[in-house]
């Protein structure tokens, strides 16, 4: 699992739609690779000082974008580089 923290640009919408935006700019920037293992919800909520719903909402609206994907038991993984809109 990657310790991956986002980096977090003050706006005044939700907290989870920044998480996605950071984790969108970290793969679109290489900062974060393809098949790579994200911070479980908890762990990432605890670290960001959020709820885990938040980084629930957060990992949904990724996956909606088709940046990462679930695997039961596994954990979120990075899918990669999206091409055109997502």
Do not use: K
Request: no cysteine.
């Amino acid at each position: 699992m990657t310790i991956w923290i986002p980096e977090i640009v003050e706006n005044s919408g939700p907290i989870y739609l920044a998480i996605a935006d950071a984790l969108a700019s970290d793969v679109a920037r290489g900062r974060l690779e393809a098949r790579t293992r994200l911070p479980t919800h908890r762990e990432l909520a605890y670290r960001l000082g959020v709820t885990v719903g938040t980084i629930t909402r957060a990992y949904a609206e990724a996956e909606r974008r088709g940046l990462v994907y679930g695997e039961v038991g596994r954990g979120t993984f990075v899918r990669g580089q999206v091409t055109g809109d997502a």
